[in-house]
Structures are given as C-alpha cells and as structure tokens.
C-alpha cells in the first residue's frame, strides 16, 4: 500500500445474489488492481474494498454502470473503512445475522451461452436437460430462505462433482458460485413414467417422450414452476381429448414453439412482440392468428389470438428439437386447481389426464404459472405476472410500513410491502376451494421468510366471504384494514406510476362488494390513497340467481330488458327470448319482482354479458369473461353514431343504460348485425365516461384519470378511452406493470392501507 491507499465498505441492496454479482465485483476489482473481500448478506452484497482512492472512484464508477445481466442494483451505501491491509481480493462466505432484505432474482430462461452448450456433441453438458449459469436458470421456485446460497435451495440434495465444484469455485467461470450448477453426473435427473406410476425403461426418456408426443399422446411435463400438460398442437384429436381430459371446454391453451420460425408459421408477429417472446422472462405472448394457420383448431377456438411463448428450460428445447411446429404447454391442473409441483401430487391429481409424466428430481418449492402480457397502444400489459417477473419488486414513490395485502377471490395475487418496495406474489388463482387457499397461504410464508417481512397490518377486501378475507380476519399479530374493492384497483395503477391523489378513477369490472353491500363494477371514484368519494357509477340492475348470472349472461340480458320494458318485454321479437322459453323467464322475473337471490349490480362487466346474450353471442360461458371476450372480438368498427344514455344530476350520478338497452333491442329486431351493434355498444361507452370526465373536471378541476379494472382488459375499450381523454386534454394513466385485472388488487390494498396508517386516526 502506497499513502494514497483508503478503504471504502460498500452495501449495494437490490437483485445481487444468485445472478454473478460476486464474480463481477471480484473481476472488477482485481482489474483494477485492488484488494479486500466480497460477500452475501441477508441485506444484499458489502464489499470491503481498499487501494489508491483512485482506482476506487474508478471501481465504483464501473460497479455503476456495469452490472451483470440479471442485477438490478437499487441502492449503493459508500463509507470510508479502516484498512486491514489486504494482500488480494477474495469472495468469502456468506454472512448473516441482519434482517433479511435482499431482493431475490426471478426464475429466468436459459442463456444463450447454456444453450449453445447444450446442442454441442463436444461439450460435457451437451443435452443435459438441467444446465444453467449464473445468467440463467432457476431462482425463485427453488430457494427455501435466504442468503441465496445452494444449501438454502432445493440442489442441496445435488453434492457437485469435482469438474462442477472447480467451476464454482473459480472466479473466472461463468458458473462460479452458480448455485444450481450440476451435470449429468452429479445433478438432478429425468425419468418417464406411465399414468400408474410405472418407470418406463429406456435410456432416453427425452426421446421417448417425443415419440410419445408424436403417437398423439397426453404427456405431464415436469418444468421449472410446475407441470405441464402437452399435446402436439397440429393434432386436433388430441387436442380435444386433452380438452376433454382436463375438463376446460373452450378456453385457449397455450402453445410453446421451438423458434420465432415456427411462430411465424401461425401468428403474426410485431417486433416489440418478438422482443418479449426472446427476452429472459419468457412470458406467454398474446399474438394475433393467421389464416389459415397449421395448429388445431381446438387450440383457441373462437379466438383471435394464440397465447405463444418460446422454450425456457433445456429441457423444453430437448423436447422440441424433433420437427414440432408448436405443443400445447397449458398448466398442469384440474380446472380451478393450482398446477402441481410435487411428483407423487402429479400422478394423483394428472393421473387421469396424462397417459405418461416426464418428471425430474429437482423439488420446485414453490410453484409459478407462466406469465402472460399483451402489446398494445405502445405498452406491454400483464394478463398474469407471474414466472419471470416475481418476485420483482413494484418500486413505490415512498417508504412504506410492512403490510401484507391479501388480494380478492379471482385471479388472486398478495403483496408485501417493505420501503420503496411492495413485492407482489405469482399468480395464485381463484380462492374458491382448499387446494387454492392452502397455496394462498403458503405463499404467504414463503414470501414472508424470504423477504424478512413481518406485517404490522393486514389489508384486504370488504366481500365478507372470501376466503382472502376470512384469512385476513383470523391473523392476530397485526391490525386489519378492509379495503373497498374499485379504491384499490384505482389505487394500484396509482402505486405503479408513482403518483399521488386527488385523481378521476374510471373503475370496471365484474364483481366488487359495495360500500352499500350491492355489487359494484361501473365505478367512478375522485381517490387518493387513502380515501374515495363515489361520483358515479351504473345504475343498478338486479342478478337473478347471483353467481348464477355469471355463468349464464342470459339472466343478466333478461334483467336489462325487464328492467328497461316491464311488462312489454314478453311482447319483443327477440330470438333470445325464444330460446330461453316462457317458464324460465318467469322464474327469472319473478326473482326480480320478489327480490329473491337477485342482488343489485352496477358492473360493466355483467353489461358486457348481458348484451352478448342478447345479441346472440354467448347465453353460458365456459370460463370468466368469455362472454364479454367474444363480443368485443365480433365487434366491427363504423361510423353510425352511437347509442343513448343520460345520467341524473347530484354529488353521485347515476348513469341510465335503459336508453342504449332500447336501442340495441331496436337493432336486434331490424336485423341490424350483432358485428355492429358491437361496435356502436364500445363506440358509447366510450363516449358516455369521456363526456362524464369533461363534466366532472368542470365540477372539480381533476384533470388525471385513472383506468383499472378487468373490463380494460378488453382492447378496444382500452384504446378507445386512452385516444378519446387525450383528445380532450386529460392525461390518462393506464396499467403496465401489474394486471389491470384483480391480479393487481393487492398492491393497491397494501398501498391505500398504509396511507390510511400514515394519516392516523
């Protein structure tokens, strides 16, 4: 050391550990000819660095703008340190003993580097289905605690060879301190079983498999957040029985191709889509069809679109690298189950579903879907975040305290919220049975123990019987704060643009539980974090048979009519009408006059349902918002004005639809296309709520709105009220980072109750 010599600790908090973040210090240091140690903590990385002050602001310089491909470095803490006149630069050993706080990386696809490797016959990892390094592999599903080090994740049964130990040993190699490093010959392993549980013996399990594919047959695929079920994608009888099997009728099945290639052979593909198919998150795609096209017709049938992603594991190049176009690659569940992780679970619960499992020994801890993100109007916008993204954090504008926010029933997700960081979980499900809740609450564990996140309060939706709630109820150790269901979807995109209240919340959905125990959905709200007024919504219009009315929209399109004409409704020339028949109908009606089983709803998203039975597009649907889907996807654009619509004056107006319900009916019976009447339905609801926000910033001078809810999942809808409140000089916020679906509700539970904390009593 020279008497220019100095000392610097240094802590860098953020997604540093398991990604190569050790060897790029290490690397960097010994570049720049200094010395001292690098190591995990359970709060990120610190580094002991010492040398001439500058090469130290050189090191530092690099440290900032240099980073591995997987880190995202939040914050870097500098410090002058004592000398302990190091002789070199060395990794050293994890150290614990503060609370955790590091950020964990999200399961990421195979490197390009990995890859490569894997389809040369010279190297000694060629077609090992389990290759990774420290830019790739497994991270979230397969760590139990941290600091993220191998005996903490589920390759502690893996003890490496000695050619895998020398890797992770030396710094200079791409798979040093990789913790899932292993090989053929000292690594996790696959096998190929029947439906029974019997091993099938062969010494190419992989290659059985495909042939197996190829015969036509249902294979379980063990992969890297749970199973899969596959069926080669060209073949529509086995498609159907998959169909049949797995007990979904109609809704889409994901496909997975080997190659942009291939794709192209079936979907057309815009260049920021081709970006998300070939990025690390590997996220299902949504692209739209081409005509004709070679995948079954089974695979989306009444559908625009495929659900399209790109293989993620080795293994799912091993399996593809055999002349398939596409395989169907949907969860490995019974419909509303989660998927299944564990091998023994798969044969239980698949057993009847699958004819053969293609399982492998490398336990998956926790499970997570595959995410699924949509391209439009510029923005990438999540259906599903889950595998690839979680458990990145939201990063928020201020500190938070630690809540736990538990989500709603559907498409559950819950968020934990620790500083600037609110860490939203995968994809749970609906919380509608046993197997779901106990995922719901193991996630919540899991989270807690790896986050080092104990919540001091619990926020969570009003609905008295979801199961988020009821879960929320029980809890002892913290404060409950409910949360009404369209505050927190108005406060979520809120969370994600970092922006604070008083703003205009257009919130549309299905199904919400009212501050006046109806059942809200066509919601404007004026909202900040903490608190909403109700400026206007939907009038009401009862649900007869509740739940009911969600599965078959005709009952929704028999209260709209009855509701609009009385007892002139048995007089219209509606073939809707017909078909549903006198006795029904007099049920229904009798419900409603009686006010049995039939609660009143302001939703947008039973309007949906409704007008599509009464177009004649859907009267039952299959799975959650078919209907509203296929009205939007039959709908065609034109220029013949729009239908009526008015609403009362007062502090909350109420918005009557019985002008548009007798027009449309108008149509129907002139014959009028339901393509068109589509069309003309989004065209005036897009110009009621601009024409609504233009008379409520008259009123307030709110000029911002704010759109969440699952109804702006609907792309026409989205696009048409970004386009027209633009045009009228509001500046609009829309979802990109969560789903604008409920899988976003529990950021803005968790964000709204700590506004409610801060602002006390």
Request: glycine share 8%; with cysteine; net charge neutral.
């Amino acid at each position: 050391m020279d008497d220019e010599s100095a000392a610097r600790k240094i802590r860098i908090h953020g997604i540093v550990q398991g990604v190569g973040f050790r060897p790029f210090v290490y690397q960097t240091a010994v570049r720049h000819r200094l010395n001292g140690t690098v190591a995990n903590t359970s709060t990120g990385v610190t580094i002991h660095i010492e040398g001439p002050s500058a090469r130290i602001d050189n090191f530092l310089s690099e440290l900032a703008h240099k980073q591995p491909p997987l880190a995202h470095v939040i914050e870097v803490h500098v410090e002058p340190a004592d000398l302990n006149g190091h002789s070199d630069f060395t990794i050293v050993h994890s150290r614990t003993g503060e609370g955790p706080a590091t950020l964990i990386s999200p399961d990421v696809s195979i490197c390009d580097d990995c890859r490569r490797e894997l389809f040369d016959p010279g190297d000694r990892r060629f077609q090992y289905p389990f290759i990774n390094c420290t830019n790739c592999g497994p991270r979230y599903t397969i760590i139990d605690d941290i600091p993220y080090d191998r005996p903490k994740t589920s390759m502690r049964q893996f003890a490496m060879c000695a050619a895998c130990q020398n890797e992770y040993d030396d710094p200079q190699s791409r798979r040093f301190h990789a913790q899932p490093n292993a090989c053929a010959d000292c690594g996790p392993h696959v096998s190929l079983r029947t439906h029974t549980g019997e091993t099938v013996s062969t010494d190419d399990p992989i290659g059985e498999a495909v042939n197996i594919l190829k015969q036509g047959r249902i294979i379980a695929v063990k992969g890297l957040g749970g199973f899969h079920l596959a069926v080669d994608a060209t073949n529509d009888n086995a498609v159907r029985r998959l169909r049949r099997r797995k007990h979904r009728e109609e809704k889409p099945f994901a496909v997975m191709s080997p190659g942009i290639q291939e794709v192209n052979t079936y979907a057309a593909i815009e260049p920021e889509e081709k970006n998300l198919l070939l990025s690390s998150r590997r996220p299902i795609v949504l692209l739209n069809k081409k005509k004709p096209n070679p995948l079954a017709e089974s695979v989306a049938p009444g559908n625009r679109y495929f659900g399209v992603m790109l293989p993620y594991t080795p293994l799912h190049y091993l399996l593809l690298a055999h002349g398939f176009s596409a395989l169907v690659m949907t969860s490995g569940n019974m419909t509303d189950e989660p998927i299944a992780i564990d091998n023994d679970d798969a044969l239980k619960r698949l057993g009847n579903i699958a004819d053969f499992f293609l399982f492998h020994n490398r336990d998956i801890y926790l499970r997570s879907d595959d995410s699924i993100v949509r391209r439009t109007d510029g923005s990438n916008r999540f259906l599903r975040r889950s595998r690839g993204y979680v458990p990145m954090p939201v990063f928020l504008k201020i500190p938070m305290p630690p809540v736990l926010g538990c989500g709603a029933e559907l498409k559950n997700t819950v968020c934990l919220t620790k500083g600037k960081n609110a860490f939203l979980s995968q994809h749970i499900g609906d919380l509608e049975n046993l197997p779901t809740f106990e995922f719901f609450t193991l996630t919540i564990d899991h989270l807690k123990r790896i986050l080092g996140i104990e919540p001091e309060w619990i926020a969570y939706d009003m609905h008295p019987d979801y199961l988020s709630t009821r879960y929320a109820e029980d809890q002892k150790r913290a404060e409950k704060i409910p949360i009404q269901h369209h505050h927190a979807h108005i406060v979520s995109c809120m969370a994600e643009h970092q922006i604070d209240g008083p703003v205009l919340g257009l919130s549309f959905d299905g199904t919400g539980f009212g501050m006046d125990g109806a059942i809200w959905g066509g919601e404007v709200l004026i909202a900040d974090h903490a608190e909403f007024t109700r400026v206007a919504h939907l009038d009401y219009f009862p649900m007869p048979g509740s739940t009911s009315a969600i599965t078959e929209p005709w009952r929704m399109a028999v209260s709209y009519l009855y509701g609009t004409f009385g007892e002139r409704m048995w007089a219209l020339d509606l073939p809707l009408l017909a078909e549903i028949g006198e006795t029904n109908l007099r049920i229904i009606t009798q419900m409603i006059d009686r006010g049995i089983n039939a609660p009143q709803t302001s939703s947008l998203g039973r309007l949906f349902d409704g007008i599509a039975a009464m177009v004649g597009i859907r009267s039952r649907v299959h799975f959650e918002g078919q209907a509203a889907m296929e009205l939007e996807m039959q709908s065609a654009e034109g220029d013949d004005g729009i239908y009526g619509f008015r609403w009362s004056p007062g502090p909350v107006r109420r918005i009557d639809i019985r002008p548009l319900i007798r027009e449309i009916t108008g149509d129907i019976t002139s014959g009028i296309s339901r393509n068109l009447i589509g069309g003309k339905f989004h065209r005036t609801l897009i110009a009621l709520f601009t024409q609504l926000a233009e008379d409520l910033r008259r009123e307030t001078g709110l000029d911002r709105v704010v759109l969440s809810g699952g109804v702006f999942q609907n792309l026409w809808l989205l696009s048409g009220f970004i386009r027209a409140l633009e045009r009228n000089r509001f500046t609009v916020y829309t979802h990109r980072v969560v789903p604008t679906n409920d899988g976003g509700i529990s950021l803005g539970q968790a964000v709204a109750a700590a506004a409610i904390v801060r602002k006390g009593p």
